[in-house]
């Protein structure tokens, strides 16, 4: 494993108790990093935090904006400040086509995959401008970029992400705060729990290497951009989707 440093840095983690969260919590840990949890699933976070050094967890519900601020101030008074903040809980909510979709289905999934990230990084970007350093990685999807069918909530709601990561890479460009987005192919996580067997064979068919990404390898891309290396690329979106899209 390739090392990076993330000694003396604070890193949030959003949907770190399990898949790909926990994945990049583990590294940047494992990098030096204090690495915070936020999750609303209170039993599986304090796993989460129990198996990583030195970690802390704070069961939030990402879409409640009052929520979201009171994790913040709670965040920067047991640690001192936010430095890395990784957007990554997001839902699937099911596939069907468009028409088939409940409106309500279709609320959920964009508040939880756009909404939400736009309330944390809200809250936690005024701290990183402030102290002229920070580093904000959203975890978006290849379905962002292309539109996967069955999944046109899940799929704009991720073109959403990838949009908000361009405009914030150019607002913060000269700040100090480097705002970049992952658009992997799919992982095997809890998440596929979701999808019908006919969705998953699509993407696997879709993927060139012909097997789906592995947790560890976005992680590790994921902790690059967390990293002070990182510091001429913002608003960019990097693609791990062995070979899927080339754009």
Same mark, same amino acid.
């Given at each position: 494993?390739?090392?990076?440093?993330?000694?003396?840095?604070?890193?949030?983690?959003?949907?770190?108790?399990?898949?790909?969260?926990?994945?990049?919590?583990?590294?940047?840990?494992?990098?030096?990093?204090?690495?915070?949890?936020?999750?609303? =699933?209170? %039993?599986?976070?304090?796993? $989460? &935090? +129990?198996?990583?050094?030195? /970690?802390? @967890?704070?069961?939030?519900? *990402?879409? =409640?904006? %009052?929520?979201?601020?009171? $994790? &913040? +101030?709670?965040?920067?008074? /047991?640690? @001192?400040?936010?430095?890395? *903040?990784?957007?990554? %809980?997001?839902?699937?909510?099911?596939? +069907?086509?468009?028409?088939?979709?409940?409106?309500?289905?279709?609320?959920?999934?964009?508040?939880?995959?756009?909404?939400?990230?736009?309330?944390?990084?809200?809250?936690?970007?005024?701290?990183?401008?402030?102290?002229?350093?920070?580093?904000?990685?959203?975890?978006?999807?290849?379905?962002?970029?292309?539109?996967?069918?069955?999944?046109?909530?899940?799929?704009?709601?991720?073109?959403?992400?990838?949009?908000?990561?361009?405009?914030?890479?150019?607002?913060?460009?000269?700040?100090?705060?480097?705002?970049?987005?992952?658009?992997?192919?799919?992982?095997?996580?809890?998440?596929?729990?979701?999808?019908?067997?006919?969705?998953?064979?699509?993407?696997?068919?879709?993927?060139?290497?012909?097997?789906?990404?592995?947790?560890?390898?976005?992680?590790?891309?994921?902790?690059?951009?967390?990293?002070?290396?990182?510091?001429?690329?913002?608003?960019?979106?990097?693609?791990?989707?062995?070979?899927?899209?080339?754009?």
């Amino acid at each position: 494993m390739n090392q990076i440093d993330l000694k003396g840095r604070v890193a949030v983690v959003t949907g770190g108790a399990r898949g790909i969260g926990l994945a990049v919590a583990d590294r940047a840990a494992q990098s030096g990093a204090t690495v915070v949890l936020w999750d609303r =699933d209170a %039993a599986r976070l304090e796993q $989460a &935090v +129990a198996s990583l050094p030195g /970690a802390a @967890g704070i069961a939030v519900d *990402l879409t =409640d904006e %009052a929520a979201v601020r009171d $994790a &913040v +101030a709670r965040t920067e008074a /047991a640690q @001192g400040r936010i430095d890395i *903040l990784v957007n990554n %809980a997001g839902i699937t909510g099911g596939n +069907a086509p468009t028409w088939e979709l409940p409106v309500a289905e279709w609320r959920r999934v964009v508040e939880v995959n756009l909404i939400a990230p736009y309330l944390v990084s809200a809250a936690v970007l005024p701290g990183m401008v402030a102290r002229g350093y920070g580093r904000l990685v959203n975890i978006a999807s290849v379905a962002g970029k292309e539109g996967n069918p069955n999944a046109s909530h899940y799929s704009a709601s991720k073109a959403g992400l990838i949009a908000l990561t361009k405009s914030l890479g150019k607002e913060l460009a000269g700040k100090g705060v480097m705002v970049n987005c992952i658009t992997p192919a799919a992982a095997k996580t809890e998440l596929f729990d979701q999808m019908t067997e006919a969705q998953i064979a699509y993407m696997l068919g879709k993927i060139p290497m012909g097997r789906f990404v592995k947790v560890e390898e976005i992680a590790a891309l994921a902790v690059w951009l967390m990293s002070e290396d990182c510091s001429f690329s913002t608003g960019a979106v990097f693609d791990i989707t062995g070979g899927r899209s080339t754009y």
